[in-house]
């Protein structure tokens, strides 16, 4: 199912997997958002995030089948007992979008982090620890890798294994958690707490990405060398 302003693009799409019966998709009335960095990278049938409400108006609701694709127009309206008026959530816009763009940078730095663990382990299981010295001391620099890596993957997100519901408000993924729900929650227009919110989401976010851009311009950068001198072959060994 897919969502279409009055321009034509489509703002939110949904996938749903069909069932034998009566099916039902739903629409959260959000354009499309972005993805936390707690989430790892969606498959293709994976569902995407939901972003900032859309504005009342006229949209088009495509639904597509391998058979068939039908339209649908569908009228958003304010709710007049709640009183929103339509100038504020306007204003609300570049707020949200600097919102996705912090969320999007701590994403990429997590996405960057997972695929360096991955590469780490893909060497470790090309190394000939047994008979070859160079391997050997190759598998330890790995070592050195994803003790780094772990280090500045919990400067991001909870640390693995945690059990029930755990609250790290350190950790850089609450703190920009932490804006986004203030701003989905408030529909009243742009204050003084949102711009305070935004400024201490990015200072903290430049201090661990600083960090995290710095170990892959320089150790990073080291054990990719080893490895090229180790003469293997690993396609995804740039990142």
């Known amino acids: 199912m897919e969502v279409l302003d009055d321009n034509g693009d489509v703002i939110r799409t949904i996938k749903h997997d069909v069932k034998q019966g009566l099916n039902r998709i739903y629409w959260g009335l959000r354009h499309k958002g972005v993805r936390s960095p707690n989430a790892r990278r969606a498959q293709q049938s994976g569902r995407e995030p939901g972003g900032r409400p859309v504005l009342p108006g006229s949209y088009t609701v495509r639904l597509s089948t391998r058979q068939d694709t039908t339209f649908q127009v569908v009228d958003v309206i304010s709710d007049p007992r709640v009183g929103i008026k339509v100038r504020n959530l306007e204003r609300l816009i570049p707020i949200y979008e600097r919102q996705m763009k912090i969320t999007s940078s701590v994403t990429k730095a997590m996405d960057q982090i997972r695929e ?7 060497v470790n299981k090309m190394l000939d620890v047994k ?9 330890k620099s790995g070592k050195a890798m994803s003790d780094s890596l772990k280090i500045l993957e919990e400067l991001i997100v909870n640390k693995k294994g945690l059990q029930g519901i755990v609250r790290s408000p350190d950790i850089l993924s609450a703190k920009i958690q932490g804006i986004g729900r203030y701003l989905y929650s408030n529909l ?5 707490s ?10 903290e976010t430049e201090k661990v990405l600083k960090q995290v851009n710095q170990f892959f311009l320089n150790d990073w950068q080291e054990y990719q060398s080893k490895v090229e001198d ?3 072959s690993l396609s995804l060994i740039h990142i």
């Open 230 to 232: 180790a003469d293997l």
């Open 188 to 192: 009243t227009g742009p204050n003084t």
């Open 194 to 203: 949102h711009e305070y919110l935004l400024n201490y989401s990015e200072i």
């Open 116 to 122: 360096a663990k991955s590469i780490i382990t893909s």
């Open 131 to 139: 008979t070859n010295k160079s391997h050997k001391a190759l598998q």
